[in-house]
């Protein structure tokens, strides 16, 4: 659908959730610029050039336990070694071993010239410099050795562009010898909260108020997926005060959120803002929850850039299921991800869940695995979509989609696991 003769009043036209997703990635396909940060500071950043690994990991063949060394052939035909010094991780042993000679050596050290095999001290028997076997013709030749670059060949290409550093990717960075690595720059991205009510933590709680809940959990995610976040806190229902704050707000960062605000009613300013500082791509999807959802820009920043915006709902479940299902995936291009949104799993649904065609339910849920090996699922209770402690509880979301006015008991459905989706998940106790 063209989203410039888009109808904003039509309900019945409003945006299917793969159809907002075109909408949010294809226009907006730049990437942020290269920059070089210390490992340290990479983690959730995605890499803006592929890994060649400079060398051999491990370097050297080298012993995977704390014994002799020697030829592993011998160990067919004697039973005793002639000890004749000893390789140490740091300090390897640098003369060659003969037929009938075996060095002592430390897990890590280089096999020396000669050997091949490392058999465990627990295995021999030690005579000042003579060195027992009793068994040795069950140890086979090879055996505790570590071979130069079986981990990683020099001249590899280890880790593609895009790919998510994460403490494995890091771990095998600082193994390579890198202390920096070229990222696509983390995203600069500014997070409000709108709405009279809405009343900072640590302040006390005026009587028609309500916690602030969504900056915090907008926060973590986004920290979650490696971005650089300013938190410029609570708007009220003001559109000269909202105007102002966007404004401002676009100079710094290329990416603006905002929660609340952004419905059908007499305070709702959000969009209104939007459309005089820059525009609105969509808004209202078919979605719940989270179908007052709205995407633009607010004009152009300071380097001459388009400064994106997108107005969440005010609800906390419909922030959290927004951000996961639409927000994540811009970030994740704009900071050169190059991996594909995960596949959603198939389960069968323990309950008879409840809908309406046109639009697509995202109700919290918990998969499991039944007692004949089945992936199961049920919804986490009520699911108000203020009923925050839905996500603490759930470990997914079951998509209802927009064909479908129920699911019957039984039946298989479309599954998001949180450990895949929510960024920064952590699970629930139990
Ligand atoms: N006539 C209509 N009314 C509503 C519609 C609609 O289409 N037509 N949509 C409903 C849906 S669905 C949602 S979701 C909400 C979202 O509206 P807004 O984005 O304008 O959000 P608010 O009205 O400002 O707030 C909704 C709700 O969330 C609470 N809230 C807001 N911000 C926070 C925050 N930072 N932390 C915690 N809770 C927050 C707020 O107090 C409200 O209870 O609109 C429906 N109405
Ligand atoms: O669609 Mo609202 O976003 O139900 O919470």
Redesign the pocket.
Known sequence: MSLSCFDFTDKKNQLTLEEARQALLQPTSAQTPAVRLPLQQAAGCYLAAPIIAPINVPQNTNSAMDGFALKGTELARQQQWQLIGESLAGQRFSGKVEAGECVYITTGAPLPDGTDTVVMVEQCQRHEKQINISDAASIKPGSNVRQAGEDIRSGQTLLPAGQALGSAQLGLLASLGFSEVSVHQPLRVAVF???N??TAPGLPLPGDG??????FTLQAMLQALGCQVTDLG?LPDDLGSIRAALAEARHRHQLVLT???????D??F?RSALNELGETRFW?LAL?????FAFGHLGQNDAGQTCLFA??????V?VVVTFMLLVQPLIQQLQGCQQRLPAPWRASSIEHLKSRTGRSDFHRGVFSISSNGQLQVKTTGPQG??MLTSVHQGNCLIRIADDQAEIPAGAPVDIYPFHEWLPGYRGTAE
Do not use: C, F, Q, W
């Open positions: 909260s709108t709405g009510e809405v309500i916690y602030d809940t969504n900056r609570i929660s609340g605000g952004v419905s059908m009613g305070a709702d959000v209202k719940r929850p989270g179908r007052p107005g969440l709902p005010g609800n906390p419909a979509s203020g």
